[in-house]
Every structure is written in C-alpha cells, then in structure tokens.
C-alpha cells in the first residue's frame, strides 16, 4: 500500500517483495485464510556481493506463506 | 522473520480502492545518465564509481536548476555484475522506466534497486529546497568507498 516515498493510489497485491537497503514498504496482511498460525517468510536473494565484502549487503525479500 | 496468528473470525472488512492520489510529473528538461561501476584504484584497492569518479566533497557533480523537472537514467554498468540500491536524499522521485518497460503503477520512492546490468529511469522535481545535496548507492560499504555525488540545486 506504500512504499518508501508514500501512499500507492490504489493497492498491489503481492506474494513476493523484494526490499533493498534503503528501500521501505508497508504492507496489509489480510486474516482471511484458516485460522491459524502463518509465518512471514525472508527469502535469500542473490544480490552479486563478494563474500569478502559481506555483513552490510542484506537485502530482504519477503513473502507470506 | 514473524508469525502472523489469528482465530475466530469476523466478516471481512471491503479494502478501499483508492488511497492517496500520485500525480504525474510533468515532461522533464533535462536528461542525465548516471553510471554505476566499480574499479581499483592505485593504493587504495577496490573503488565504487558514478560516471568514473570516486565521491569528492570538494566537487559538485550534478547541477540543477530549482524547480526543473528532470530524468536521470541510472545504469548498473559494474562489471562485477552487483547491484546497487540507488539513493537520492531530499527529493522524491518517480521510477519512468525499468530497461526500457514503463514502471507498473506510479509511486513515489527516494530508493530505488539498479540490479547488476540493468538501467532504472527516475524522475524527479527538484522545487522546493536550494542548496548540496547527495545521492548514493545505498550499500554502505559501496557508498563509503566512493559510490556517492554531490548535487547542487540553485535558481
Ligand atoms: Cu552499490
């Protein structure tokens, strides 16, 4: 429903999200599925870094499962 | 990274369809290019470049006139094939184009993902704040070896 800059004009459904350092989004998980408990999912994401230059590369992909 | 846990129910709640509105920008003046790349540098190792230079905080990179409206298309050129988040501070702007395919849906965003040999197109209104100004790679270990620019918005 939003990203780093502000409001969407409508909403984007999604499974997936990919979030780079720096990047934001709010999002609107709905309850609408059986009761129960669903887990919010950080997915690997293969951005090109070197190992050496690894710790401060996280970038987050997100998805709901 | 969390757990979402619910019981019982209610019935559902309609989404709204409309949130806030995002205006479009007008046709800009002035295109730029901004590359992303990164290199060795003699006794310093590796560097992370914009347009071949390393950040100076003596130069000015980029000038823009207040209140232009302007298109800076950003390339991932790294030959090292990493992607680089790109950052501008203070003025929002618009994805236009991702290699060539028109943004989705219009949102406003001042952090964007240039992955490894692909090319973003932003737009942005530089109108309400004069002044320096940076934008950035927003991997800090790549903005702090060089990956940043000064920018310089005056009437
Ligand atoms: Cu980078």
Known sequence: MATDGGSLFELVELKELLLSPGEGAEVLVRGEREPGEYRLLNLAYNHGEMEMMGGDGMMGKFSAR | ?155
């Open chain 2, 1 to 155: 990274m969390a757990t979402v846990a619910y019981s019982g129910s209610i019935s559902p709640l309609p989404l709204p369809e409309r949130l806030l509105s995002v205006e479009a920008l007008p046709e800009p003046q002035t295109l730029r290019r901004f590359e992303l790349s990164m290199g060795m540098a003699p006794g310093k190792g590796m560097v992370f470049l914009i347009n071949g230079k390393a950040f100076d905080s003596e130069r000015i990179d980029t000038q823009v006139k207040l209140n232009a409206v302007e298109d800076w298309e950003v390339a991932n050129v790294d030959p090292d094939m990493m992607d680089h988040p790109f950052h501008l501070h203070v003025n929002p702007f618009q994805v236009i184009e991702h290699n060539g395919k028109p943004a989705p849906y219009p949102a406003w965003k001042d952090t964007v993902l240039v992955p490894a040999g692909e090319t973003v197109r932003l737009r942005a209104h530089f109108s309400d704040f004069p002044g320096k100004s940076v934008y950035h790679c927003h991997l800090l270990g790549h903005e702090d070896l060089g990956m940043m620019g000064t920018v310089k918005i005056a009437s």
